[in-house]
Each structure stands twice: as C-alpha cells, then as structure tokens.
C-alpha cells in the first residue's frame, strides 16, 4: 500500500527523465552528516534489540519509532519490493508503514519522537545508491508523520553501520543469532569509521546490550 500522488510530469523510471528524477531523490553521505540527524546515545543497543525483535534477513528494513529518552515506542519490517532504488516508493512504504503502528505527530509545533531506520543488505558498510534513497525516504516520511528524523543504519555480514556518523560494530551481524530480549552480550569494540512484519510496543527497548 502507497501514500502519495506523483507529480503529472513525473516520467517512468525507465525513460532517462524518470532516472534523473529517481537519483535526485538520493541524499549523498555529506548531505545526510549535514542535515542535523540526532545522534544515537547508544547505538548498539537500538540495533540488538531490533534485531532481536524483528530477525531481519536481507533485504528487509526495520523503521522504529523512540521516544525522547530512547525508548522504543513502535516499529515495523517490511521487505520493498524488487525494483531500482528509489527515494519516492521508500518513502510510501514507511509512510505506510508507521500509520500502521503509530499515530502522528502532526499537531506538535515541534516533533518530539524519533524514526530510526536499519536496513539489512548485502555488501559492505559503504554508502550505496540505494542507501541514498533510504535516507531521502526516510526524512520525508518522517515529515509527512510528524516525527524527527533519526539514524540509518545498515546491517551487513561485517555488522552494523550508523551512517554519516561513523559508529558502527561487528555484533550484531547480517548472519548471527538473535539475541533473546532481556539478554545481555559481551562487549564488542566498536568498529573503527568507514574510509540507517509490525509490532506496536509500549514497552521500553530492552537494555540488551552490554555499556
């Protein structure tokens, strides 16, 4: 399900026009690390229990909605569809998405919870197209719902990957276990800067990861 009309000039993504239209809806690394994105204070923790929670396998996306004390409040996983990334179609699926699990924040002057989004995929920790087009979606879906926008993260084999920040570690993984909630893990040293189905929770993220 989509939300949304597309302009009446708006061309196919299959003509030259529709491409160029698809790749201005991207934000490049610098564009994302310059837009003011409220740092995670504990990025590791937002991910193991999201991972936890939702067992992403590739390909999937996790949007999750916390509160101002980082609690989560809502999330949802989806798969998209196969077909050439683009900021427009991830953003009506995240639209979609949260009306499902959480209602608006549209009458707040200013919003006060945070979408998050972690994103499974194969591939390095390095910014691709397609990451781009996550992050366009994800802050337009974020204004359209009245929320701030948050973190992308990226989960790949080599573990995860706050992006435009630099944060990121080795556990969890694209291909490790779940970590049951509630459940501790051994400290995993953070790794060093590269050269983002529904449940409407109430509760509080879990504290799964060890400080």
């Known amino acids: 399900m989509t939300f949304g009309f597309i302009p009446s000039g708006a061309a196919p993504a299959g003509t030259p026009s529709g491409s160029a239209s698809r790749l201005?809806?991207?934000?490049?690394?610098?564009?994302?690390?310059?837009?003011?994105?409220?740092?995670?204070?504990?990025?590791?923790?937002?991910?193991?229990?999201?991972?936890s929670r939702h067992r992403p396998t590739p390909s999937t996306a996790v949007v999750a909605v916390l509160d101002h004390e980082e609690?989560?409040?809502?999330?949802?996983?989806?798969?998209?569809?196969?077909?050439p990334a683009d900021g427009w179609e991830f953003r009506n699926a995240l639209l979609a998405h949260l009306r499902r699990v959480i209602p608006h924040d549209l009458r707040r002057r200013t919003p006060v919870r945070t979408?998050?989004?972690?994103?499974?995929?194969?591939?390095?920790?390095?910014w691709t197209e397609e990451d781009g087009a996550w992050m366009w979606g994800l802050r337009d879906a974020c204004t359209l719902h009245g929320l701030?926008?948050?973190?992308?993260?990226?989960?790949?084999?080599?573990?995860?990957?706050?992006?435009?920040?630099?944060?990121?570690?080795?556990?969890?993984?694209l291909g490790s276990p779940p970590v049951p909630l509630g459940v501790s893990t051994a400290?995993?040293?953070?790794?060093?800067?590269?050269?983002?189905?529904?449940?409407?929770?109430?509760?509080?993220?879990?504290?799964?990861?060890a400080r």
């Open 24 to 51: 201005s809806r991207t934000l490049e690394p610098a564009e994302w690390a310059g837009a003011g994105i409220p740092l995670l204070r504990n990025p590791r923790e937002v991910v193991t229990g999201l991972h």
């Open 71 to 83: 609690r989560l409040t809502a999330s949802a996983s989806f798969t998209p569809r196969s077909a």
């Open 115 to 126: 979408a998050v989004l972690l994103y499974c995929r194969e591939g390095d920790e390095r």
């Open 148 to 173: 701030r926008c948050g973190a992308y993260i990226t989960l790949t084999r080599a573990g995860w990957q706050v992006l435009g920040e630099g944060r990121g570690g080795r556990r969890p993984d």
């Open 187 to 209: 400290f995993d040293p953070p790794s060093l800067p590269s050269p983002r189905s529904a449940s409407g929770a109430s509760e509080p993220l879990r504290r799964a990861a």
